[in-house]
């Protein structure tokens, strides 16, 4: 017969276990948030009840003058204010998960790059499917927006960023003897005379980098190393092209570049025969946002023909739809059917990969050179 008090003891620790296995199931765990899309006449009426929109917005996804048109156009077709905030594409996923963190939410949408959506918004379920009518239109498209996430939905391309890889400088390399393919930037004549942002750090390096190495290989990207000159900032290789400093920059950005062109700097793209690179930016649909329908109606908005006739042409890109003139940019930068792209994979924008491909452009570029 057992002692009562080893009977107690029994019951203490059993006691012990199913208040801790209570206290495992009360830890906080990201909920998967329920899908509100609903029918868009629905959504639209109590859009127009909440009567505003928080867009947060890196400079190069929203610029300026499309903030304003897109503002108007929206506001006079709907009757919602949009109050947008422009922020470094580094800056905007912390800010959002501080928000989510402490309760005090603010922002619906986001324009950013892929890598804040899969470090550091999606693991946290921070993130809802897109599931917007107008992009699932049959047909319209150069690029499908969500083929980056073509099962979940929760991040969509927002326009074609065909960067043309090469800005070279026109009076300085006469025509025939103009780079046309990523093998000719080894000839030895090019080097010290190549600039580029570094691939190390985010932005235009690190997306050219991401968009090119699997295709041109890192035996390929270690002789590049040898030929070229790294600048730190963003704007700073086209501008050292349209100065001469150098003769040619990869993978400027096309929203300088075209700013250049139209001042009359001696400059232009080339898209080398491998193909254009296209850089990740894009649209997430923010969960337990403030205006939940006014960000649903938006989104809808922006993809359709109306929304992107607007943005391609403020913000000076190529609309994903077939159906939205170019003509408002430079031949140079135009896409046409069939074009090469090379463009990052999906495994290398997940969980840690953006950070490891970092390190590596900065061993090839930075430290092995």
């Known amino acids: 017969m057992r002692h009562p008090s080893s009977r107690l003891m029994t019951?203490?620790?059993?006691?012990?276990?199913?208040?801790?296995?209570?206290n495992v199931g009360l830890r906080p765990r990201p909920a998967k948030a329920a899908n509100p899309w609903g029918p868009m006449d629905a959504i639209e009426k109590a859009a127009r009840g909440e009567g505003k929109l928080v867009v947060y917005a890196a400079p190069g996804h929203m610029g300026p003058r499309a903030q304003r048109e897109i503002s108007t156009r929206f506001s006079e077709k709907y009757?919602?204010?949009?109050?947008?905030?422009?922020?470094?594409a580094r800056d905007i996923a912390p800010r959002v998960l501080a928000e989510q963190?402490?309760?005090?939410?603010?922002?619906?949408?986001?324009?950013?790059?892929?890598?804040?959506?899969?470090?550091?918004?999606?693991?946290?379920?921070?993130?809802?499917?897109?599931?917007?009518?107008?992009?699932?239109?049959?047909?319209?498209?150069?690029?499908?927006?969500?083929?980056?996430?073509?099962?979940?939905?929760?991040?969509?391309?927002?326009?074609?960023?065909?960067t043309p890889s090469f800005f070279i400088n026109t009076e300085l390399i006469p025509a025939g003897e103009r780079?046309?393919?990523?093998?000719?930037?080894?000839?030895?004549k090019w080097k010290g005379k190549i600039v580029m942002m570094t691939p190390a750090r985010g932005g235009a390096g690190s997306g050219w980098?991401?968009?090119?190495?699997?295709?041109?290989?890192?035996?390929?990207?270690?002789?590049?190393?040898?030929?070229?000159?790294?600048?730190?900032?963003?704007?700073?290789?086209?501008?050292?092209?349209?100065?001469?400093?150098?003769?040619?920059?990869?993978?400027?950005?096309?929203?300088?570049?075209?700013?250049?062109?139209?001042?009359?700097?001696?400059?232009?793209?080339?898209?080398?025969?491998?193909?254009?690179?296209?850089?990740?930016?894009?649209?997430?649909?923010v969960v337990n946002s403030p205006h939940p329908n006014a960000a649903m109606l938006f989104i809808n908005w922006f993809y359709s023909k109306e929304g992107q006739?607007?943005?391609?042409?403020?913000?000076?890109?190529?609309?994903?739809?077939?159906?939205?003139?170019?003509?408002?940019?430079?031949?140079?930068?135009r896409y046409s059917a069939g074009q090469p792209l090379m463009m990052p994979t999906t495994e290398d924008q997940q969980g840690n990969r953006p950070r490891e491909l970092l390190k590596v452009g900065k061993e090839i570029f930075e430290v092995g050179k």
């Open 101 to 162: 963190r402490t309760q005090q939410r603010v922002v619906d949408v986001v324009m950013s790059g892929i890598a804040g959506n899969y470090t550091t918004l999606k693991p946290k379920g921070y993130v809802l499917p897109i599931l917007a009518p107008s992009t699932m239109e049959k047909d319209v498209w150069w690029l499908d927006p969500a083929s980056a996430l073509p099962e979940d939905r929760d991040w969509l391309f927002i326009y074609m960023t065909l």
């Open 179 to 188: 780079p046309a393919s990523y093998k000719d930037l080894l000839n030895p």
């Open 209 to 285: 980098f991401r968009a090119t190495y699997r295709s041109l290989g890192l035996d390929y990207m270690k002789a590049l190393a040898k030929q070229i000159v790294l600048a730190a900032k963003v704007n700073d290789p086209p501008d050292m092209v349209a100065r001469g400093q150098y003769l040619i920059s990869i993978g400027a950005t096309t929203t300088r570049g075209l700013q250049l062109m139209s001042q009359g700097a001696p400059v232009n793209f080339i898209h080398p025969k491998e193909g254009s690179h296209l850089t990740t930016q894009g649209v997430s649909f």
């Open 79 to 88: 009757g919602i204010a949009i109050d947008w905030t422009s922020l470094s």
């Open 11 to 22: 019951l203490a620790a059993i006691f012990i276990l199913l208040l801790a296995a209570v």
């Open 309 to 333: 006739d607007i943005y391609a042409v403020a913000n000076e890109v190529i609309s994903l739809r077939k159906d939205v003139s170019q003509d408002h940019l430079p031949a140079a930068i």
